[in-house]
């Protein structure tokens, strides 16, 4: 709650230190302010509180996920340097506030208690998401990148907000404890409960609301052209905090309103996740561009992660946090190394984002050769790597799940983790093998850091994953 | 006396969301939209949700319809100037999709109020509050309850200006 707090005035802050004209102060000064908010998060621990007349809740479940979000928040702020250093961007201090806003408006949704600060916070992210999808103005895709991510967030914030309409209509409470008890209580005889069907019309609606921001399969049509649009920053933003967030607030509400009706929900979202799976990998292996395959690759994830919510066993928590976390640095570091070397090597006067831009990184540039490839490995699931421990315990957790139902998703989550290697092997093979030339890269001081935290994290958490996992 | 309100508001804001829907021209859909609202306004108010129709003729027809038309108004208009006119012109695209939608929800809808029973499930959930003026409800509830979200709705219009601010500006 501090955080939330924190950030909201450190967002104002960082718009007067714009006044400034050393770019570097602002970045420093605004990581700052994300550490802070991170130190506010983290001294809440072992501390339930509710705040505000029942408005939030922390626990440790959404300090956790509060402080995977604003762990990449200040890893995304880190390697935001290039963009608005040039004559065009000159508003560098207008990004890091809405940055600001958009990660309390995603603390906000992981620590709701209240159907009211669910939506005000995921309307401030996606409102906040859709100037910095648009912020490269100049640039025809970015603007339609944005509108079309303005136009479908919008219905999709609507239908969630029917949803939500509906959901209190059934149950007579915006409060999820509440909606819990309710449910709870007229779950026997659920074909005699009147609400029944309105509930159940309402779960769907919210669903449908929650599963466009984490971009599941029949809602992901804006995820590769929103993606592939953006500024690769704020591509690495959306597909890290904004998926956490949401992934989260579904986690949330599914585990404290809804788990008595699991039969509702469960179905629906078995297929979906199935969907996902599909969809997201299949597609991810034609594609020519990295940053559109790793949008795809980010639906893919968010199909993983609707494994965990799904199992429901009580490792759920660590599960789904882990896997949070391990994908979380794998894609910033992925996105950075992407960033760098486009930028770099433009072409038609664009940075080139396709795979063939990567050819021959290794030659001169080991380091990020190194760091795209532990990453790519991470994402691949492959041993030794965060990655792999966060998909073995989403596996195990499915596994240990008794319907029947559940086998038949591990075998397509099997299935498709290893059409994943695949494609997630195009880059290294492009770094290590393929002839190309790229000039040394000189990096400043602050990406080396970042890069370095990242991937040291990522091997880290793949040799003793029990350090963090404990924890969760 | 009352169902013959509610029919005539409810059959104003059909009839004319469905002429925004239908007309080509940007200036009509944008006057159409006042009936619109108008008309849910009404509903609203026969509801007795006295402040939000209040609220609804204030916000939405007294200030972003007026928007709108201004919009329509100062937006560059081309195409149409030669034969004297200069309506905006627009065209209904995938009529079969949208129709298919449309069809989709409105079943949906329509099967989940059918089957729901809602006022008996409201007897069972909702105390029954004797009808009176909203006002001084809402703001109790706004100032004591509802503060937090109240308050935070300052930062997502915070981050709205900010946005709208900066991607109007012109590039140096």
């Known amino acids: 709650m501090n955080a939330i707090i924190a950030l909201s005035l450190s967002g104002i802050a960082s718009l007067f230190l714009g006044f400034s004209t050393n770019r570097k102060n602002l970045l420093i000064t605004t990581l700052l302010f994300v550490l ?293 640095i794998a894609t910033i570091s992925a996105f950075a190394v992407l960033m760098i070397v486009s930028e770099n090597k433009p072409k038609d006067g664009k940075p080139d984002e396709s795979f063939e831009a990567l050819n021959g990184l290794s030659v001169n540039n080991p380091f990020l050769a190194f760091v795209l490839t532990v990453s790519m490995l991470s994402l691949a699931g492959i041993p030794l790597t965060a990655g792999f421990f966060g998909k073995f315990f989403i596996f195990t957790d499915a596994f240990s799940n008794v319907s029947p139902l559940f086998k038949n998703i591990l075998v397509v989550a099997i299935l498709m983790s290893a059409v994943g290697v695949y494609y997630y092997f195009k880059p290294i093979i492009a770094v290590y093998m393929k002839k190309g030339e790229i000039a040394e890269i000189q990096l400043p001081l602050i990406y080396k850091i970042t890069l370095i935290i990242t991937t040291a994290l990522t091997i880290i958490l793949g040799i003793a994953p029990d350090l963090v996992k404990n924890m969760f | 006396m009352i169902q013959l309100v509610f029919i005539a508001f409810a059959l104003l804001s059909v009839v004319s969301a469905l002429v925004v829907l239908l007309t080509n021209n940007v200036l009509y859909a944008a006057f159409s939209l006042l009936v619109t609202f108008l008309g849910m306004a009404g509903l609203y108010v026969i509801v007795g949700a006295d402040f939000l129709g209040v609220a609804q003729i204030l916000v939405y027809i007294g200030g972003i319809l007026v928007l709108l038309i201004f919009g329509v108004m100062l937006t560059n208009q081309k195409g149409t100037k030669s034969q004297g006119r200069n309506d905006i012109l627009t065209e209904n695209t995938n009529r079969v999709i949208g129709l298919v939608v449309a069809a989709g929800m409105f079943g949906l809808l329509y099967f989940v109020f059918s089957k729901g029973h809602f006022a008996e499930v409201q007897a069972s959930l909702f105390t029954d509050t004797p009808l009176k003026a909203t006002t001084q409800t809402i703001g109790l509830q706004l100032m004591t309850d509802f503060v937090l979200p109240f308050e935070v709705s300052g930062v997502l219009l915070m981050a709205a200006l900010l946005g709208a601010a900066y991607l109007s500006t012109k590039q140096k």
Not at chain 1, 134 to 143: P, Q, T
Not at chain 1, 192 to 210: N, P, S
Not at chain 1, 300 to 318: F, V
């Open chain 1, 36 to 328: 802070v908010a991170l130190g506010l998060n983290l001294a809440d621990w072992n501390h339930e509180y509710f705040w505000f007349n029942n408005m939030l809740k922390t626990d440790n479940l959404s300090i956790n996920f509060s402080s995977v979000i604003l762990l990449s928040t200040a890893l995304v702020v880190a390697i935001s340097r290039s963009f608005g250093d040039d004559e065009e961007h000159t508003h560098p201090a207008e990004y890091y506030a809405i940055m600001l806003f958009a990660a309390a408006g995603a603390l906000m949704m992981v620590t709701y208690e209240n159907m009211i600060m669910l939506f005000v916070g995921l309307e401030i992210l996606s409102v906040s998401m859709y100037i910095l999808t648009g912020s490269d103005k100049r640039n025809l895709r970015s603007n339609e990148a944005a509108l079309k991510y303005f136009l479908m967030g919008a219905f999709a914030t609507g239908i969630l907000l029917f949803g939500v309409a509906l959901v209190y209509g059934a149950t007579g409470s915006f409060n999820i404890h509440g909606i819990g008890e309710v449910v709870s209580r007229t779950k026997k005889g659920m074909e005699l409960f009147e609400g029944g069907v309105i509930l159940y019309a309402g779960i769907i609606l919210i669903f449908i609301g929650l599963l466009f921001k984490v971009s599941a399969a029949p809602f992901h049509f804006w995820t590769p052209d929103v993606y592939e649009g953006a500024p690769t920053i704020f591509t690495t933003f959306m597909s890290t905090v904004v998926k956490t967030a949401g992934v989260a607030a579904m986690y949330r509400l599914l585990s404290i309103s809804f788990p008595a009706v699991y039969g509702l929900w469960g179905n629906p979202l078995v297929w979906i996740t199935c969907l996902t799976l599909i969809v997201g990998n299949i597609t991810a292996v034609y594609q020519q561009s990295f940053k559109r395959m790793l949008a795809y690759s980010s639906i893919s994830h968010a199909g993983y992660l609707l494994i965990t919510i799904l199992a429901k066993t009580p490792n759920t928590n660590g599960s789904i946090l882990f896997y949070s976390l391990a994908y979380s």
